[in-house]
C-alpha cells in the first residue's frame, strides 16, 4: 500500500475506460461540488446585499404584524403566527451567510474559484427573491443596494455551473459549514 492510497483512500482498477486506478474517497470528508469563477467585486456586492437585508427593519420590526393579521380576519385571532413568518423569511439569509462568508475568505485576488454544493444555487436564488419581494413591496423599507447588479451575475454563475454536469470532489475543509439546510 502506498503513501497515495494511505491519503486518498483505497484504489482499484480504473473506471469507464480510464487506465491506472481510481480512488473511493471517504464520504465523511468529501463531497461533489460545482466549481464556479468568481470576481472578487461580485462576492462583495452579495455580502454588502447580506448586510443590508439583515440591517433593514423587518415587517415585524415595522409594525405590529400580529396585529395586522388578526385584523385582517374581523378582529378574531389570526392563525397566522408573525413571529413563525419572520424566522421564516430569515432563512435564505441565513443559508446563505455561510455560503459567501467561506468563499469571501476563499478568494484573496479579483478572480477566483469557489465550490457550490448541488443546493447552493438553490439557497441564493431564495435570498435574492426575498431581495427583490422586499424591494419591490412600498410597505418594507428595505431597499436593493447600487451592487445589486453584480450579486446578480454571481447568482448567474453559480446558475450555469450548477447546470453543468462537470463536478469535481473536493475536501469538506473547504466548504462552508455541513450541508446547508432550509429548515
Request: hydrophobic share 35%.
Amino acid at each position: 500500500m502506498g503513501i497515495l492510497d494511505l491519503m486518498l483512500g483505497k484504489s482499484g482498477p480504473g473506471e469507464q475506460g480510464v487506465e491506472g486506478k481510481s480512488y473511493t474517497l471517504p464520504k465523511e470528508t468529501h463531497d461533489f461540488v460545482y466549481p464556479v469563477a468568481v470576481h472578487r467585486e461580485e462576492l462583495e456586492a452579495f455580502a454588502e446585499l447580506l448586510e443590508a437585508e439583515a440591517a433593514a427593519p423587518s415587517l415585524e420590526e415595522a409594525g405590529d404584524l400580529q396585529a395586522a393579521f388578526d385584523g385582517m380576519v374581523d378582529g378574531r385571532s389570526s392563525d397566522i403566527d408573525a413571529g413563525e413568518l419572520a424566522e421564516r423569511m430569515q432563512r435564505p439569509r441565513k443559508a446563505t451567510e455561510p455560503v459567501i462568508e467561506t468563499w469571501r475568505e476563499g478568494v484573496e485576488r479579483d478572480i477566483g474559484v469557489v465550490y457550490a454544493r448541488p443546493d447552493t444555487y438553490d439557497h441564493l436564488l431564495a435570498f435574492v427573491k426575498l431581495c427583490k419581494q422586499r424591494d419591490e413591496d412600498d410597505d418594507d423599507p428595505f431597499e436593493l443596494p447600487e451592487d445589486f447588479q453584480r450579486a446578480a451575475a454571481l447568482l448567474k454563475r453559480v446558475k450555469e455551473a450548477s447546470d453543468s454536469k462537470y463536478r469535481a470532489v473536493v475536501h469538506t475543509d473547504i466548504l462552508p459549514g455541513k450541508k446547508y439546510s432550509s429548515h
